[in-house]
């Protein structure tokens, strides 16, 4: 099999994996090639348009293990490949001379056992950073049950690392990954957060240290010593001297780590999903927690008959996730067993606010800044600008307005001097009825009730007259509180357009 064929079915084999922001790298380039801190728009392999920055592969999708939610499971019948670790670096350096990527994200299927891919993967981070001098943005996965010391050593020398969950209970991996249980999952989990914890607290990684030798090569300006491996690890038995010396980056895994997890492959509900991403962001001081609407590609009795991937549902995960990690909301605020599903009409912050309307309305000129996040159409910076303002004028609709609030969504949960918005209205129907995206679409457009389409066709969204297509855009950095969708008229061009939530 040639380079290209293979890179056509790593490539596509690694397109589910939606882990692979490049943000927060901070490695610069000392006489080397690339610059992770720089990273950006670049390309990818995939179609789905969810990774661009990073050339996004599999090391391997020859899979002993048979989740069965999974396209590179065992008794899938697809075309197989491996790379070698040559073919890689060279694919790396190669697309990284030619400016088609900033960096790497290298996933795989586990090759004949855990610690035999782990180990083939670190040989080619390794070589990448002390052959090559590259010092590009690397995303690795770690491979559960793999040996602890080639997940350490690894984590010497990339950016981020991530583990991925995919099944959001124990009872969905009992039954669609049987191969992997929850404990191989987050041991590893476990080991990166204790690592990154240990050497951000240590000295040389404080000051800053040097990235390379006289030689170019990445230097131990920060070894794993006997301080810095996790003691409480079960397995954590080998000497940890033997990776002292050894010639690591000065970082380990600097960018942090993340996960993924699956939605709606699993009768899993929003609020055991958003529960289980803020525990493993207290426990493990994930960067991240990536959500990926599940892709119904392979039929079997045990995964759930839909015909379309939940991305509305996932864009709702997101935008809730951004609530816990930024607006001090908590899982169970958001939802409680009697509401275990965001409604995929509202954005998680107004179908709180709607539930909690004994709260406001807030004056504005008074209320604490926790409470103003709480306002829907009121943002992180906008209520930073309130309180700013307000310390040298009071405050009425206008100046909001000049500040950028959307006061047709605030507008039902504020007071101004104690006057109220021209639209207010604390009728829960009437304020839910004026929040829900379908009274946000652009003038003349009707919405359809329910699940939004990938591949929406124009009659049934009603978005456009002229546009074929209509892809939904679920940022995962997405800050802002819109959802915004590309429209593909027939000539070709792709619109980028926003509803307002
Ligand atoms: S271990 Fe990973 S690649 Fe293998 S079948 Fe499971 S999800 Fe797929």
């Not at 929850?182 to 000295?203: D, R």
């Not at 816990?324 to 275990?340: I, Q, V």
Request: charged share 25%.
């Amino acid at each position: 099999m040639d380079l290209l064929e293979k890179l056509g079915i790593l490539a596509d084999a690694a397109k589910y994996d939606v882990s692979c922001s490049s943000s927060g790298g901070t490695r610069n380039n000392n006489k080397g090639v690339g610059n992770s801190f720089a990273a950006g728009i670049c390309h990818t392999w995939a179609d789905d348009g969810r990774c661009v920055s990073l050339l996004k592969i599999l090391l391997s999708n020859e899979c002993i293990y048979d989740c069965v939610y999974c396209v590179n499971r065992a008794s899938n019948d697809i075309p197989r490949a491996s790379f070698t670790a040559d073919e890689i670096i060279d694919l790396t350096m190669n697309f990284y001379r030619r400016n088609y990527i900033e960096g790497l994200f290298l996933s795989s299927a586990v090759l004949k056992n855990p610690s035999h891919t782990m180990e083939l993967m670190l040989e080619i981070v390794r070589r990448l950073r002390n052959e090559q001098a590259f010092f590009g943005y690397i995303h690795l996965k770690a491979i559960p049950g793999a040996d602890q010391r080639l997940i350490h050593e690894a984590g010497m020398y990339v950016d981020r690392m991530s583990v991925n969950i995919e099944l959001p209970s124990d009872k969905g991996l009992e039954v669609l990954a049987p191969q992997k249980p929850v404990k191989a999952l987050l041991k590893p989990m476990q080991q990166i957060s204790q690592g990154i914890a240990e050497h951000k607290e240590h000295p040389a990684f404080k000051r800053g240290g040097s990235g390379t030798n006289s030689a170019g090569l990445f230097t131990p300006s920060v070894q794993s010593d006997s301080s810095s491996f996790p003691e409480s690890l079960p397995d954590a038995d080998f000497s940890r001297r033997e990776l002292a010396g050894r010639n690591s980056g000065k970082y380990f895994v600097p960018a942090g780590q993340s996960t993924q997890l699956i939605v709606g492959a699993t009768p899993d509900r929003d609020l055991s999903i958003l529960k289980l991403s803020e525990a493993l962001y207290g426990k493990f001081s994930l960067k991240r927690v990536y959500y990926s609407a599940y892709v119904p590609t392979l039929s079997d009795p045990r995964l759930p008959a839909i015909i379309k991937p939940p991305l509305l549902r996932e864009h709702r995960l997101y935008q809730a996730d951004w609530l816990l990690r930024f607006y001090g909301f908590e899982a169970d605020e958001l939802l409680s067993k009697t509401n275990p599903d965001f409604d995929p009409q509202l954005d998680p912050k107004a179908f709180w606010a709607l539930r909690n309307l004994h709260l406001f309305p807030l004056e504005v000129n008074k209320a604490e800044y926790e409470m103003l996040l709480r306002v829907p159409g009121i943002g992180v910076k906008s209520a930073q600008r309130i309180v700013a303002a307000r310390r040298v004028n009071k405050l009425n609709f206008d100046n909001l307005k000049k500040m950028g609030i959307v006061l047709k969504r605030a507008g039902h949960f504020i007071t101004c001097q104690g006057k109220t918005y021209e639209s207010f209205s604390q009728n829960e129907h009437i304020v839910k009825e004026a929040l829900t995206s379908a009274k946000l679409l652009p003038q003349g457009k009707k919405a359809v009730p329910g699940q939004m389409s990938l591949f929406s066709t124009l009659n049934e969204t009603g978005l456009g007259e002229n546009m074929s297509d209509l892809y939904l855009f679920s940022s995962p950095e997405n800050t802002k509180e819109w959802l915004s969708y590309y429209t593909q008229p027939q000539d070709g061009r792709l619109l980028l357009s926003d509803i307002h939530l």
